[in-house]
């Protein structure tokens, strides 16, 4: 995502995006995205290779650009809805993704919860020059003024 090794954060992604392969409705979605698809393919084998350090937080391949804009179709939504289906106490999320062409639908899930708190904070700790850059490349207003409650 950051240069032509993978860092970091490419083995973070990875990681989610490689179970969704292992669902069936998870693994047609990404089926559209073949950069996607293949990137996570591509992932499977690397062993041996030593993690890159990221040297700039100013700059993000093509890939790392459209992976975030996917994330921001999908797991975002996702994040926010979970969020305030949690504090409302209900028992399941749903919220339509990919631009309203699907709804996901699952349990409500605290540790969700928790992943959103987190990006919130590392999005608040950004400089002003890195968040114009998460900015530009996601709608990134759910950061900016959500407020989630400690649960």
């Given at each position: 995502?950051?240069?032509?090794?993978?860092?970091?954060?490419?083995?973070?992604?990875?990681?989610?995006?490689?179970?969704?392969?292992?669902?069936?409705i998870?693994?047609?979605v990404?089926?559209e995205?073949?950069?996607?698809?293949?990137?996570?393919?591509?992932?499977?084998?690397?062993?041996?290779?030593?993690?890159?350090?990221?040297?700039?937080t100013?700059?993000?391949?093509?890939?790392?650009?459209?992976?975030?804009?996917?994330?921001?179709?999908?797991?975002?939504?996702?994040?926010?809805?979970?969020?305030?289906?949690?504090m409302?106490?209900?028992?399941?999320?749903?919220?339509?993704?990919?631009r309203?062409?699907?709804?996901?639908?699952?349990?409500?899930?605290?540790?969700?919860?928790?992943?959103?708190?987190?990006?919130?904070?590392?999005?608040q700790?950004?400089?002003?020059?890195?968040?114009?850059?998460?900015?530009?490349?996601?709608?990134?207003?759910?950061?900016?003024?959500?407020?989630?409650?400690?649960?």
């Open positions: 995502m950051f240069g032509s090794l993978p860092s970091q954060a490419d083995f973070a992604l990875y990681g989610q995006l490689r179970q969704g392969l292992n669902d069936k998870s693994a047609d990404m089926r995205y073949p950069g996607a698809w293949g990137w996570t393919l591509t992932m499977d084998d690397l062993s041996g290779i030593e993690v890159a350090s990221l040297q700039s100013h700059i993000l391949t093509k890939a790392a650009k459209r992976l975030l804009a996917f994330a921001a179709q999908t797991y975002f939504p996702f994040l926010t809805a979970n969020a305030n289906s949690m409302e106490k209900k028992e399941r999320v749903r919220v339509p993704i990919l309203g062409t699907a709804v996901h639908e699952q349990p409500v899930f605290k540790y969700q919860v928790m992943c959103l708190e987190s990006l919130m904070n590392k999005y700790k950004l400089t002003a020059a890195d968040r114009q850059v998460v900015d530009r490349t996601i709608d990134a207003s759910f950061l900016q003024t959500r407020s989630v409650a400690k649960l």
